[in-house]
């Protein structure tokens, strides 16, 4: 059992695979963290000897029973560890079949705009609230894209979740800077990585995506990040000493 003391209380959503599961593994290898992970399937992590952590199934397609969950879990690791830092990494997201908004099924949109807009919203409001009597500084990440700031036919629910999510960082920020002790707030995008959505869009029907090409391109010449390079990049973002100085940034600086 890890008994260093608590200095980092780490959330992170969509940690079962992916650049998620990198993320929680690295954060995993850091002494004195506290980590939460979050995946709508089983979360498998190998830490250094001692380390634990703890593992959630959630559907992120129904975030509220899962606020409620994690505002009292914050609650209690604050009440424990009340000076340590306290984050939240949201990366959980889907991509729904690539092809024209007008094909797409109701039920299918409404799923989309849940867990890549609803649940970054609800989960954001749980971990301010829940995390309020820290003395601690506290982070919220919010894992966005650069289709949520260049639109991209054949991916219009994806674009529009991800662009409402860097509008959210924006507003809340705002709200942050007026608290005492305000969270810091800053949606990210994370660079091109090798995960199965970059697989999604390369294999995608090109008459229903027209830059099917282009992502294929991207796959032969080499220039995916790994999830482990790209996990190295957000952490260094999530440390650096100006975090929430931009809310809205890609891992390459400023946007």
Same mark, same amino acid.
């Given at each position: 059992?890890?008994?260093?003391?608590?200095?980092?209380?780490?959330?992170?959503?969509?940690?079962?695979?992916?650049?998620?599961?990198?993320?929680?593994?690295?954060?995993?290898?850091?002494?004195?963290?506290?980590?939460?992970?979050?995946?709508?399937?089983?979360?498998?992590?190998?830490?250094?000897?001692?380390?634990?952590?703890?593992?959630?199934?959630?559907?992120?397609?129904?975030?509220?029973?899962?606020?409620?969950?994690?505002?009292?879990?914050?609650?209690?690791?604050?009440?424990? %560890? =009340?000076?340590?830092?306290?984050?939240?990494?949201?990366? !959980?997201?889907?991509?729904?079949? =690539?092809?024209?908004?007008?094909?797409?099924?109701?039920?299918?949109?409404?799923?989309?705009?849940?867990?890549?807009?609803?649940?970054?919203?609800?989960?954001?409001?749980?971990? @301010?609230?829940?995390?309020?009597?820290?003395?601690?500084?506290? &982070?919220?990440? @919010?894992?966005?894209?650069?289709?949520?700031?260049?639109?991209?036919?054949?991916?219009?629910?994806?674009?529009?979740? &991800?662009?409402?999510?860097?509008?959210? !960082?924006?507003?809340?920020?705002?709200?942050?800077?007026?608290?005492?002790?305000?969270? &810091?707030?800053?949606?990210?995008? =994370?660079?091109?990585?090798?995960?199965?959505?970059?697989?999604?869009?390369?294999?995608?029907?090109?008459?229903?995506?027209?830059?099917?090409?282009?992502?294929?391109?991207?796959?032969?010449?080499?220039? @995916?990040?790994? =999830?482990?390079?790209?996990?190295?990049?957000?952490?260094?973002? @999530? %440390?650096?000493?100006?975090?929430?100085?931009?809310?809205?940034?890609?891992?390459?600086?400023?946007?």
């Amino acid at each position: 059992m890890n008994t260093a003391p608590i200095q980092h209380i780490v959330v992170v959503t969509g940690a079962s695979r992916g650049l998620g599961h990198a993320i929680a593994s690295q954060l995993l290898a850091q002494p004195g963290t506290r980590l939460l992970a979050i995946a709508r399937s089983d979360t498998t992590l190998i830490g250094p000897p001692g380390q634990v952590y703890e593992s959630w199934r959630a559907d992120l397609a129904d975030p509220v029973p899962l606020a409620r969950r994690l505002q009292d879990w914050l609650e209690a690791a604050v009440a424990q %560890s =009340p000076d340590a830092a306290v984050s939240m990494i949201h990366n !959980a997201a889907m991509l729904s079949a =690539p092809g024209w908004l007008a094909a797409a099924s109701d039920a299918e949109l409404s799923v989309s705009m849940r867990v890549n807009l609803e649940a970054p919203l609800v989960l954001s409001a749980a971990f @301010l609230r829940s995390t309020a009597a820290s003395r601690g500084v506290r &982070k919220l990440l @919010l894992i966005s894209s650069g289709l949520g700031r260049r639109a991209m036919a054949g991916a219009v629910p994806y674009c529009a979740a &991800k662009a409402g999510m860097d509008h959210l !960082a924006r507003a809340l920020a705002l709200e942050e800077a007026q608290q005492a002790g305000g969270a &810091k707030v800053v949606s990210l995008a =994370p660079g091109v990585i090798a995960t199965d959505m970059q697989m999604q869009l390369r294999s995608a029907d090109p008459a229903l995506f027209p830059e099917q090409e282009r992502f294929a391109g991207l796959h032969a010449s080499g220039a @995916l990040d790994s =999830p482990e390079t790209a996990a190295a990049k957000v952490l260094r973002v @999530l %440390s650096s000493a100006d975090f929430g100085s931009e809310p809205v940034t890609d891992v390459r600086g400023s946007a």
